[in-house]
């Protein structure tokens, strides 16, 4: 899958400073006019290229909100508490950056009559009923993240049906890669890190649960994608197809570091998902989607962060800037 060129448009970013924001800022600059709207709680300036115009600001502030997204044509919003566990200690705080401050995007893009591209989640399926888990299934969240995303995703489609605003929803299932950091930053980082410093690979219950793990630069090209086709007012998987046991998943790390770290288990997670796995042929069929990097060339690579280019990858300058992927 070949990313369209999008050129000379007007774009904003949300969330644009964070992990897959970033990365996505970097493939629309320079050949666009970048705006990115973020707070830097958890996104980093040192990841925007110059030359973006940066808004330090709240998405849940409309002052902001509006200013960010004057004169757009696209809004990728990627703007989010993304914490499941903090959504089920604070509902009503996810509530407001997940779900109401997404709203005010969606009516400003109205004023702007731009397209919006969403960031929703797996989250929205639960348990899944049937693997792979198509767009179709079953929803049922169990968390409060994962009710304001399906909210979100079902918004981002009656917007579309009610007001013929072009959006396109993505069910991001575990996405993965260089940037990924800090507390809330998912078990690929956080097992490289353990095993960078030789300390216990902390494996959750048995390790026999297994997920679709997603190189952010697959979901970069799909975001691309999604801003130039026609299959508007709909909601699509973008994962693998590919499931790997956390357990396979501390094996192939600790053999990728060459790390001598043990493999341990503790409690298993509260709540846990057991198995998720996406069906990915809807994005396949409308959005020409197809990955690109295997789970295996993706640790790899994160391994030799900073000095290789992706083995898989055929897109793009490699990118100089700390912490940054080599794809664009
Ligand atoms: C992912 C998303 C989340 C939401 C959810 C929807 C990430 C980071 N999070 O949560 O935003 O969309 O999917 O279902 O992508 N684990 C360990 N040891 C550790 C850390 C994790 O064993 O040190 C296990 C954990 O118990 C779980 C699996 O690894 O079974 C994945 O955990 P995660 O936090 O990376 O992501 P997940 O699937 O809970």
Known sequence: MDSPAIRDRTVLVTGGAGFIGSHLVDALHPH?????????????????????????GDVRDPIAVQEAARGVDIIFHHAALVSVSQSVDAPRQSN????????LLLEQARQED????????????????????SETART?????????????????RLYEELYGLETVAFR??????????????????TFLEQA????PITIEGDGQQ??????????????????????????YNIGTGQRTTIEELAETIRDATGSSSPIVHREPRPGDIRHSGADTSKASRD??????????????????????????????????????????
């Open 32 to 56: 666009n006019e970048v705006r990115v709207l973020d707070t830097f709680t958890t996104g980093d300036r040192a990841y925007l290229p110059e030359g973006v115009t940066v808004i330090d």
């Open 96 to 103: 407001e950056t997940n779900l109401e401050a997404s709203l």
């Open 114 to 133: 731009a397209r919006v591209v969403v960031a929703s989640s797996a989250a929205v399926y639960g348990h899944p009923d049937e693997l792979p888990v």
């Open 140 to 156: 049922n969240p169990t968390s409060p993240y994962g009710v304001q995303k399906l909210a979100l995703d079902q918004y981002a």
């Open 172 to 189: 991001y299932f575990n996405v993965y890669g260089p940037r990924q950091q800090g507390p809330y930053s998912g078990v690929i980082s």
């Open 196 to 199: 960078r410093a030789g300390e």
């Open 210 to 235: 297994s997920r679709d793990f997603v190189h952010v630069s697959d979901v970069i090209r799909a975001n691309l994608r999604a801003a130039t086709t026609d299959a508007v007012g709909e909601a």
């Open 287 to 328: 959005l020409g989607f197809e990955t690109r990097i295997s789970l295996e060339s993706g640790i790899r690579s994160l391994v030799g962060e900073g000095a290789a280019t992706l083995p898989d990858e055929d897109t793009g300058p490699v990118q100089e800037r700390q912490g940054s992927g080599s794809f664009s």
